[in-house]
């Protein structure tokens, strides 16, 4: 089973900032099946990324994700105060399990 | 727009059973992979169960292996997540989750690209 380990655990950056945070795998993974999720408190999660670095649907632009191999990151490249939320990767691959990283909590400094 | 929403959660006793049912509006379940995730008060996500358009391929976390049963209903449009056995650690809001898929780079990339509300479920005596 693939061990996704995401860091920070919590960033702290101001609006306006740029803010980066990682997903490591435990074993190298494919790009296509690398996904990024945001959830705001009491709400469901949202779909930002999937293929390590397609964004879904509505999206804004600031959300960019990278990576290859066992090193993935999404950048939000100037935080607005709606992008402060938990941050989740998933290895979505072609069997399960489906696993998710432990989160990344974006918080305000 | 695409509509996932959850019920028959609640407070149940440790080794207590229950239903969890989903209920899909706007798009026909028949068309996709469905799953259950769930997630403990101030934890992560974690995947339970995955099943197949047709039920012939299904998937449990170890964690509940054994103890609960994924099945869907597509004439009804429906996903069910029975458990039994349930256990204080069982205790997390309950999402439904759709699996959408995309081409990017000549391969087909797979996601939850839509979640129910969750619906809570407590073990506790």
């Known amino acids: 089973e693939i061990v996704l380990t995401q860091s920070p655990g919590t960033l702290s950056l101001s609006p306006g900032e740029r803010a980066t945070l990682s997903c490591r795998a435990s074993?190298?993974?494919?790009?296509?099946?690398l996904v990024w999720y945001q959830q705001k408190p009491g709400q469901a999660p949202r779909l930002l990324i999937y293929?390590?670095?397609s964004r879904a649907t509505g999206i804004p632009d600031r959300f960019s994700g990278s990576g290859s191999g066992t090193d993935f990151t999404l950048t939000v490249s100037r935080l607005e105060p709606e992008d402060f939320a938990v941050y989740y990767c998933?290895?979505?691959?072609?069997?399960?399990?489906?696993?998710f990283g432990q989160g990344t909590k974006l918080e305000i400094k | 727009e695409v509509q996932l929403v959850e019920s028959g959660g609640g407070l149940v006793k440790p080794g207590g059973s229950l239903r969890l049912s989903c209920a899909a509006s706007?798009?026909?379940?028949?068309?996709?992979?469905m799953n259950w995730v769930r997630q403990a008060p101030g934890k992560g996500l974690e995947w339970v169960s995955s099943?197949?358009?047709?039920?012939?391929?299904?998937y449990y976390a170890d964690s509940v292996k054994g103890r609960v049963t994924i099945s869907r209903d597509n004439a009804k449009n429906s996903l069910y997540l029975q458990m039994n056995s349930l256990r204080d650690e069982d205790t997390a809001v309950y999402y439904c989750?759709?699996?959408?898929?995309?081409?990017?780079?000549?391969?087909?990339?797979?996601?939850?690209?839509?979640w129910g509300q969750g619906t809570l479920v407590t073990v506790s005596s």
């Open positions: 989750a759709r699996t959408g898929f995309g081409l990017a780079r000549g391969v087909i990339q797979y996601y939850f690209d839509y």
């Open positions: 706007i798009f026909s379940i028949s068309d996709y992979r």
């Open positions: 099943i197949s358009r047709t039920s012939s391929y299904i």
């Open positions: 074993q190298s993974v494919s790009s296509s099946y």
């Open positions: 293929g390590a670095s």
């Open positions: 998933q290895h979505y691959g072609t069997s399960p399990p489906n696993s």
